[in-house]
């Protein structure tokens, strides 16, 4: 009985140490991915930091120019409440000119929903994202698990035991993280929602990853992707610009830095009225609703506040009209870019006609320089089938909007139409009041704690 009862408990030993060394015996490659996106999924805070280039050759005008992107993100992020950080710098050599880009990102839930706000070029941009590709982005799904493969050479990475999973994941899985960086690149922020959403075809986009796991907590150390296939989605977003693109080699490395809780930034308080401004501005209304008008040209903005006596009688995104009944005059405020600083070919075109017209007339030109802003102005006065009437024109260069790495330059234009249907009246003093109308930008008022500017 008693060496029965010895048999027993050495075949209970041996079973017992069989499952310890199964255990311990590497898992298959599938079993590993489905532990790293449990393990990820109960993590409380990840933060990690992403490196990448970018070879591009860009068509314009019939030349290709190569360049080379490069770029740095950070991100932190936490599943409950769902709520992330991302900041983006990224930069590219054009003709012997560094172009540095940058963005910002915050993601809270608001109302239910899990909303992206995008800061970029002094912009702020609003929509509403999938939360499951966020987290999907942090850990990307592998296309077919079961093809996945282990690089039996890797027995661990700076020092910590891990296994590397060699696999390859789709263009929409790949979304959530290259959204930002594409939209980016292509100005201004201008089409990441589209990039987040299922708006652009992904399905040509595909990547070659490496995902080196802890081997102890089947957390992510480090994430390497060459992606291809990238052509399609750019030039669906460049389209109608007369640029082309097409994108060579682009690889990214994804260092996981911390899945300890951490404190993400706060959205800046001024960010959801001046993106719900931005999509008023998208829809051609300038109108903030409470007697000021901010219109905007590229990443530069003007606040114009309604001239007392005159009423809206024209708008669109970067330009504001209004009209006096009684005085039968028209005042229109507008912004421009030129691609040269000082230049003032952009003026000739309103008074080219009058200029045509009236050809012994040449314009007097003066300054004057209003509480926030110096201008320049000129008129033309004339006399037709016993009419009189005056057209000023008066602007001022935004060299305060100005940065170093600015490619375009920023204008507001204030044309000043008197004498259509009456005697042209209006006097230099006329002018110079409603030049003092068009402010310098300030998002602070769009968050109802005044409702107004003061001129």
Not at 122 to 132: A, H, K, P, Q, R
Request: glycine share 8%; aromatic share 10%; with cysteine.
């Amino acid at each position: 009985m008693k060496r029965r009862t010895l048999h027993a408990a050495a075949g209970m030993l041996a079973a017992a140490l069989m499952l310890s060394l199964q255990g311990c015996s590497p898992m298959t490659p599938a079993r590993t991915a489905e532990r790293v996106a449990e393990t990820m999924a109960r993590t409380p805070c990840t933060a990690a930091n992403l490196s990448g280039q970018i070879d591009i050759s860009m068509g314009v005008a019939g030349l290709e120019v190569d360049t080379t992107v490069s770029l740095e993100e950070s991100l932190i992020y936490s599943p409950d409440p769902q709520q992330a950080y991302m900041e983006l710098e990224m930069g590219y050599e054009m003709m012997g000119v560094r172009v540095p880009l940058s963005m910002e990102s915050y993601l809270l839930e608001e109302n239910g929903k899990v909303m992206q706000y995008l800061h970029t070029g002094g912009i702020w941009l609003c929509n509403e994202v999938d939360s499951s590709m966020v987290q999907a982005g942090l850990a990307l799904e592998f296309d077919d698990p079961e093809a996945l493969t282990f690089d039996k050479e890797v027995k661990e990475l700076d020092g910590v035991p891990a296994v590397c999973l060699v696999g390859t994941v789709s263009g929409d899985a790949l979304r959530p993280l290259l959204g930002n960086m594409m939209g980016e690149l292509a100005g201004a922020g201008q089409a990441a929602s589209d990039m987040t959403e299922d708006v652009l075809d992904f399905s040509a986009v595909s990547a070659d990853v490496r995902m080196y796991v802890n081997k102890d907590t089947y957390l992510p150390i480090r994430m390497e992707c060459d992606v291809l296939g990238l052509d399609t989605v750019m030039n669906d977003l460049m389209d109608g610009t007369g640029l082309s693109y097409s994108v060579g080699d682009f690889t990214m490395v994804c260092d996981y830095t911390s899945y300890e809780p951490q404190q993400i930034p706060a959205l800046p308080a001024e960010a959801s009225a001046a993106a719900a401004q931005s999509e008023r501005l998208a829809q051609g209304n300038p109108d903030n609703g409470n007697g000021t008008y901010t219109i905007r040209e590229g990443s530069y903005y003007m606040d114009i506040v309604k001239p007392e006596g005159y009423e809206l009688s024209d708008s669109d995104y970067d330009r504001v009209e209004f009209y006096n009944e009684e005085l039968d005059r028209t005042v229109s405020y507008q912004m421009f870019t030129t691609i040269a600083e000082n230049d003032l070919d952009l003026i000739e075109g309103y008074y080219e006609e009058l200029y045509n017209e009236y050809p012994d007339l040449y314009p007097d030109t003066n300054f004057y320089d209003t509480a926030t802003q110096p201008f320049s102005i000129m008129w033309v006065e004339y006399e037709k089938n016993g009419i009189s009437g005056s057209n000023y024109f008066a602007w001022s260069y935004l060299e305060d909007q100005v940065s170093a790495q600015s490619t375009s330059f920023p204008w507001i234009v204030v044309r000043v139409l008197d004498g259509t249907t009456k005697d042209g009246t209006v006097e230099w003093e006329d002018v110079c009041a409603l030049l003092e109308y068009a402010l310098p930008y300030d998002v602070a008022h769009l968050d109802g704690a005044s409702g107004e500017r003061d001129i």
